[in-house]
């Protein structure tokens, strides 16, 4: 069949690895891509965000498929869009309705969901600028540390920690006042800071039944030991040493059991990925958040463990047949390393050339902020590079990781020297 990816990041380049090797996949399509997906699928230039051009393009050129990477297309109702449109009627889109999108698109909305389904998460109250004076006192009756969330979309950095009270008004004030994350901070949820260490789940559910993929762990900040300004993710790790069996079988029973049953009663067409960030306070999982499709770098660590056929588990789950998955996992340890431009996530400088992209013994390039200027595939994100290695053990995997990354060379690289390092202590 044909299949449109829609996305551009490191996350996208995995799926597109993952669907080239489908026996059901005869054309695969990238939108836009990147320097990485241009190998193995054709790059086409469609904004993602304009429906009515992606349409035509599915119809012009016999897309049977459509899988929907990032959540912004998501949460603007793409699937919506799709399934209401009497001329797409033969197309399936993979990914959540518009109402399911919400889970990750309003923290309001999500953190709803989770009281009323009886999800542990933490406690929390939502505040706008007309009620900035409430939410002054809302801070004073929490404990340090404070956690001030945008409720709506912020590309992964909406949440802000402040150590005391003062800091935390003047970031509240920021946020809901002087507008930090535009209309994504128009309201903002005061939550209480749970002290553990984060871990994501992720579940492919068509809204009734769901299978449970690898865990991952993932680095947020720039700075090693886990120090400086937050990112969207500069390295990974698959599978998480302290995510027990029997953590993992709470994590099923108190979260991914009642997160499937409260779409299916609350009649929330959801048929994509749930993506859960889990705090382990004391070996008891909460919800931090939920996103509606695949982590990045998470996916970089989770699809190449994954045996199974991608596009067979896709159609299944569009089909409402998720539950006939018997998923095979490799017994392997996965680990990634992200090659950033220095800078990153403030300033920094695109164009840069890269060299020596081979791949070494058991490690795998999934390009993210590249694109190919001249035939050269130059830097064109914050985010550049993500170097997956595989292993039988953690260390082995890391070695692969960071051998590749030693290798692939630019002006102004930056990559973390401690990814996965607090795992191997444990």
């Known amino acids: 069949m044909n299949i449109l ?19 059901l996949c005869k054309k695969l399509f990238v939108a836009p891509g990147n320097a990485g997906t241009q190998n193995i699928a054709e790059n086409i230039y469609l904004n993602i965000n304009d429906f009515n051009e992606i349409k035509d393009f599915v119809i012009k050129n016999n897309i049977e498929l459509v899988v929907v990477g990032p959540e912004e297309p998501l949460v603007r109702g793409i699937v919506d869009f799709f399934n209401n449109d009497s001329e797409l009627t033969n197309v ?33 109250k939502t505040f706008n600028k007309e009620t ?17 969330k945008a409720d709506g979309l912020a590309a992964g950095k909406g949440v802000i920690i402040s150590e005391n009270i003062e800091e935390a008004k003047k970031n509240l ?23 553990g260490i984060e871990v994501s789940v992720f579940v492919i559910s068509d809204g009734k039944d769901y299978i449970v993929l690898p865990e991952a762990k993932d680095y947020k900040r720039i700075g090693e030991n886990d120090t400086g300004l937050n990112t969207g993710g500069m390295g990974a790790v698959s ?62 660590v989770v699809i190449p463990r994954i045996k199974n056929d991608f596009v067979d588990i896709i159609l299944k789950c569009i089909n409402n047949r998720i539950k006939e998955i018997e998923l095979e996992i490799e017994n392997k340890f996965a680990t990634t390393v992200i090659l950033a431009s220095n800078g990153y996530p403030e300033k920094y400088s695109k164009g840069d050339i890269i060299s ?10 999934f390009h993210a902020g590249t694109k190919l200027n001249d035939n050269k595939v130059v830097t064109n994100g914050g985010r ?34 401690d990814i996965g390092k607090d795992l191997l202590k444990k």
């Open 239 to 300: 599978p998480v040493n302290f995510a027990t069996k029997q953590f993992l079988q709470l994590v099923e029973e108190s979260i991914i059991k009642p997160t499937v049953d409260g779409l299916n009663n609350e009649n929330i067409d959801f048929k994509g990925f749930i993506f859960a960030g889990l705090m382990n306070v004391q070996g008891k999982p909460y919800v931090i958040e939920y996103n509606v499709r695949m982590g990045d770098p998470e996916t970089q």
């Open 384 to 417: 550049v590079i993500a170097c997956t290695g595989l292993g039988n053990d953690l260390n082995s995997a890391l070695n692969n990781s960071y051998n590749l990354a030693k290798s692939i060379s630019w002006n102004n690289k930056y990559y973390r020297k």
């Open 356 to 365: 020596n992209l081979e791949e070494k013994n058991e490690s795998i390039i």
């Open 132 to 148: 900035i004076d409430e939410a002054f006192k809302f801070l004073e009756t929490m404990k340090a540390p404070y956690v001030l």
């Open 92 to 124: 399936k889109i993979f990914g959540p309705s518009k109402k399911g999108a919400q889970l990750e698109g309003s923290k309001n909305f999500s953190k709803d969901f989770m009281f009323r389904n009886k999800i542990p998460c933490g406690k929390s």
């Open 173 to 195: 004030n920021n946020m809901l006042l002087n507008e930090q994350f535009g209309e994504a901070s128009k309201n903002v949820l005061i939550e209480e800071f749970l002290e």
């Open 5 to 23: 990816l829609l996305g551009s990041g490191g996350r996208e380049h995995a799926f597109a690895w993952k669907i080239s090797k489908s026996k």
